[in-house]
């Protein structure tokens, strides 16, 4: 199968081993990795701080971009769930309904990571093998926008290796939110305290997640309070095997 990579941003400009991860693990399961030169953001940033028609050309652009195939994946679901919930939204609201339409067909086949792997490829074991205690944080826009449910959950347990351990409270938000860190740094603080504590209480060598975004925030906690406990993404923990292990880079 080829499946086209929409990277996001922040994996694109900050954590590219995430990207790398991504196309590692779809080449190994024997699929066809393809990279549209052309994309660049989502525009989630713009819609969810009430520009929502600067957002437009980043929707023509994804759009355009992607449209010709058949497969789309991210490894965020964040960014999935804003393709799959703003865009033709944000069409429509300024009077491009062809916009609209076309948007809507190419989220139809835009795919978070896990449900790529478990919805449509049917695979839950990858033949990753990840020597490590690990525990997972669900992130908001996967957990509630695109109900992925347990399926990260399901490739984890089936990594050889691993030590898997459920986080306590796990549904709850580690404080990120984009610009809610910056605008509310009081809660967002308190929030990420206790998401770190529940961490910590697991005894975990590595947190995992699906989006850059939440591992940026919990890493950076992690790190500045010299923890030892290191950030992962779910496409780092699947991506490597026993002959072919993956490093994987601090994110702090």
């Given at each position: 199968m080829q499946i086209a990579l929409f990277v996001t941003c922040l994996a694109d400009t900050i954590f590219p081993d995430v990207g790398?991860?991504?196309?590692?693990?779809?080449?190994?399961?024997?699929?066809?990795?393809?990279?549209?030169?052309a994309q660049t953001c989502c525009?989630?940033?713009h819609v969810n701080t009430g520009?929502?028609?600067?957002?437009?050309?980043?929707?023509?652009?994804?759009v355009d971009g992607f449209e010709p195939f058949d497969v789309i994946v991210a490894p965020s679901g964040s960014c999935i769930g804003s393709i799959r919930h703003q865009h033709a939204m944000v069409a429509r609201n300024f009077g491009d309904d062809a916009l609209a339409a076309r948007a809507e067909r190419v989220a139809e086949r835009s795919y978070e990571l896990s449900e790529l792997l478990v919805d449509v490829l049917g695979v839950t074991d990858v033949g990753a093998h990840f020597p490590h205690r690990v525990t997972y944080h669900p992130t908001c826009h996967s957990l509630r926008m695109l109900r992925v449910g347990d399926r990260p959950l399901q490739l984890l347990r089936a990594v050889a290796g691993i030590d898997f351990v459920e986080l306590a409270d796990a549904d709850e938000c580690?404080?990120?939110?984009?610009?809610?860190?910056?605008?509310?740094?009081?809660?967002?603080?308190?929030?990420?305290a206790d998401k770190m504590r529940n961490v910590l209480s697991t005894d975990a060598e590595y947190a995992a997640a699906s989006d850059a975004s939440c591992l940026m925030q919990?890493?950076?906690?992690l790190s500045?309070?010299?923890?030892?406990?290191?950030?992962?993404?779910?496409?780092?923990?699947?991506?490597?095997?026993?002959?072919?292990?993956?490093?994987?880079?601090?994110?702090?």
């Amino acid at each position: 199968m080829q499946i086209a990579l929409f990277v996001t941003c922040l994996a694109d400009t900050i954590f590219p081993d995430v990207g790398m991860a991504t196309v590692r693990l779809l080449e190994r399961l024997g699929h066809r990795v393809v990279f549209p030169t052309a994309q660049t953001c989502c525009g989630q940033m713009h819609v969810n701080t009430g520009y929502q028609r600067e957002a437009i050309p980043l929707v023509r652009r994804y759009v355009d971009g992607f449209e010709p195939f058949d497969v789309i994946v991210a490894p965020s679901g964040s960014c999935i769930g804003s393709i799959r919930h703003q865009h033709a939204m944000v069409a429509r609201n300024f009077g491009d309904d062809a916009l609209a339409a076309r948007a809507e067909r190419v989220a139809e086949r835009s795919y978070e990571l896990s449900e790529l792997l478990v919805d449509v490829l049917g695979v839950t074991d990858v033949g990753a093998h990840f020597p490590h205690r690990v525990t997972y944080h669900p992130t908001c826009h996967s957990l509630r926008m695109l109900r992925v449910g347990d399926r990260p959950l399901q490739l984890l347990r089936a990594v050889a290796g691993i030590d898997f351990v459920e986080l306590a409270d796990a549904d709850e938000c580690c404080g990120f939110g984009g610009t809610f860190a910056l605008k509310n740094a009081d809660v967002s603080t308190a929030m990420l305290a206790d998401k770190m504590r529940n961490v910590l209480s697991t005894d975990a060598e590595y947190a995992a997640a699906s989006d850059a975004s939440c591992l940026m925030q919990i890493g950076g906690g992690l790190s500045r309070l010299r923890t030892g406990v290191r950030t992962v993404h779910l496409a780092q923990v699947l991506a490597g095997t026993v002959d072919r292990p993956w490093e994987v880079a601090s994110w702090s």
